[in-house]
């Protein structure tokens, strides 16, 4: 079980985790956000991390998942950063891109993350924040209040200081390895059929999604993310009226009536665009 780089490390890291758990109950307590890690990262190359979820990181080692993150790239980073991301980032990357956006997704229910860098000069820290597939909502939530995110940043320094100096010295090297094991589509075979109820449903909601326009797409994703057909237009840079003109037309092609039925099919229909990228992504893996 303890055979990837961070095997000496894990018993560390399940041991810190209760504490750390303990440290972000008011942040998991009163927000949608499920998944925290603070993450340092020496100049030397070493690091360590302290998470809510410790198995996540043996599988992000184990099945060599940092050739496809983010995180390892922006943890080189010079000066204050943070960027959001989400599986539909990784629609249109590579196959491996995808498997790793599904295991992320269908074992660990992670995704929406949002991740902020704080460089020094020996070492680079990394706070990530991520919620359950569902909540779609939470990224407007980090936007809006990045405020209390800086926040609870302080705190979880002040009160994680102890732990911090420890798994400072436990600190470690991952090892060159480009290998993508079999791990990944085995993990998300098994996800899948956790799905498997979802194959029985219609067509009918996907068919009539697929004869919106290019914009019209946009235009219902944004509803669904909660903003306002003025919000929109900015977004977009169309007009507010161009803007509501779509929004009339999504509307009649999916034979809703309300913004709320609006917001129930593309739920719908966002499920079912998932599952069936699951299965294309295991097909051709």
Not at 35 to 64: A, E, G
Not at 107 to 129: M, S
Not at 247 to 254: A, D, H, M, N
């Amino acid at each position: 079980m303890f055979n990837n780089p961070i095997s000496k490390n894990y018993r560390v890291l399940s041991s810190t985790s209760a504490d750390v758990r303990s440290i972000c109950k008011p942040l998991l307590k009163h927000t949608d956000i499920t998944y925290f890690c603070f993450s340092r990262y020496y100049s030397n190359k070493r690091r360590f991390h302290l998470t809510t979820h410790p198995c996540f990181w043996d599988t992000y080692y184990t099945d060599s998942l940092y050739n496809f993150s983010k995180s390892e790239k922006l943890a080189e980073t010079k000066t204050d950063n943070s960027f959001l991301w989400d599986y539909w980032d990784l629609t249109n990357k590579s196959i491996s891109y995808k498997k790793v956006g599904l295991l992320i997704r269908n074992k660990f229910q992670l995704d929406h993350g949002f991740e902020i860098v704080r460089p020094q000069k020996q070492y680079r820290d990394v706070y990530t924040f991520c919620s359950h597939p569902s909540s779609f909502a939470i990224n407007d939530f980090y936007i809006h209040h990045f405020d209390l995110l800086e926040t609870f940043i302080k705190y979880f320094q002040e009160k994680a200081g102890r732990l911090i100096n420890s798994s400072s010295t436990k600190a470690f090297k991952i090892l060159p390895n480009n290998l993508y094991t079999n791990n990944i589509k085995n993990d998300l075979l098994d996800g899948c059929l956790t799905h498997k109820v979802m194959q029985q449903s219609s067509n009918e909601d996907l068919q009539l999604f697929h004869k919106l326009t290019p914009r019209e797409k946009e235009c219902l994703c944004w509803l669904f993310y909660g903003k306002t057909a003025a919000e929109i237009a900015i977004i977009l840079d169309i007009s507010q009226r161009t803007a509501e003109k779509h929004i009339i037309s999504v509307k009649k092609k999916l034979s809703c009536y309300t913004l709320f039925q609006l917001g129930c099919k593309f739920s719908k229909i966002k499920s079912r665009l998932l599952l069936m990228e699951s299965i294309k992504c295991n097909n051709e893996g």
